[in-house]
């Protein structure tokens, strides 16, 4: 179960980025960026596959740069990607950012 602190503070980070259901700009923080990408991710349906172009529609609708972001849900691991298709990861399976940021580092 999910801390109540932790809970508040993604909440105001998702105020602070989002104008509805626009992406205001990309946070440089790597954790307020997680919280972002696991926001914008859940866009997409679970056990759906998705060309790169559906994915660019499905993110532009949020957010101008699709290309940077689309990059970024891969490289959270919170999609995956193979032969130009995408899916969603499930969410059991997310990384903490802890162990993506030491994946970064390798």
């Known amino acids: 179960m999910k801390n109540v602190k932790l809970e508040a503070w993604e909440e105001k980070v ?3 980025y989002l104008d509805g ?3 205001i700009k990309i946070p440089a923080s790597r954790k307020k960026r ?3 990408l696991r926001w914008l991710v859940r866009k997409f349906e679970q056990e759906v596959t998705y060309t790169e172009r559906q994915v660019n529609e499905i993110i532009g609708r ?3 740069d ?6 970024e849900l891969i490289g959270y691991q919170l999609m995956e990607r193979e032969n130009g298709f995408y899916w969603r990861l ?6 903490s950012e ?3 940021m030491r ?3 390798l």
């Open 14 to 16: 998702l105020k602070n």
């Open 34 to 36: 997680l919280v972002v």
């Open 66 to 71: 699709y290309a940077t972001l689309r990059r």
């Open 103 to 105: 994946q970064m580092e």
């Open 98 to 100: 802890t162990e993506i």
């Open 62 to 64: 949020h957010h101008s």
């Open 90 to 95: 499930p969410a059991a399976l997310w990384k």
């Open 21 to 23: 259901t626009r992406l």
